[in-house]
């Protein structure tokens, strides 16, 4: 994932070691879910999608939430037109997906707004 998220300085980058966590644990957890391989994508679509609307976009959590809604809309419907991109997910899986981001990202919001949107000092150690 590090390789794949194009991380180079993971060692010294405390946003790129905390979202590394994230998408690892996201990851994982999509594999203990048994999800198909087109599920697994779809799922680390989402999670880079919201995260990329908290990072790039300063959307609100209300407004995220929105946007996961739009998204996950049409679920388990068999109208494909009303239907989201995520129609290949169960409404099981639609519901323990939006309970895991409920806990993983959604609870802890002010957190990743201040990782992403407040400046800091950066801290480097070395061996030296």
Do not use: C
């Amino acid at each position: 994932l590090e390789a794949f998220l194009n991380f180079k300085h993971l060692k010294t980058s405390l946003k790129e070691a905390i979202l590394l966590d994230y998408y690892t644990a996201g990851f994982w957890w999509a594999k203990e879910m048994n999800f198909s391989l087109i599920q697994l994508s779809g799922f680390m679509d989402l999670l880079n999608f919201l995260l990329e609307n908290l990072s790039n976009k300063h959307m609100s959590l209300g407004d995220n939430l929105k946007e996961l809604g739009r998204a996950m809309a049409g679920i388990g419907e068999a109208d494909t037109e009303s239907s989201g991109d995520l129609n290949f997910f169960s409404i099981e899986q639609a519901k323990a997906v939006i309970d895991y981001l409920n806990i993983s990202l959604f609870k802890h919001y002010k957190l990743y707004e201040y990782l992403f949107h407040s400046p800091r000092e950066e801290l480097v150690t070395s061996n030296e």
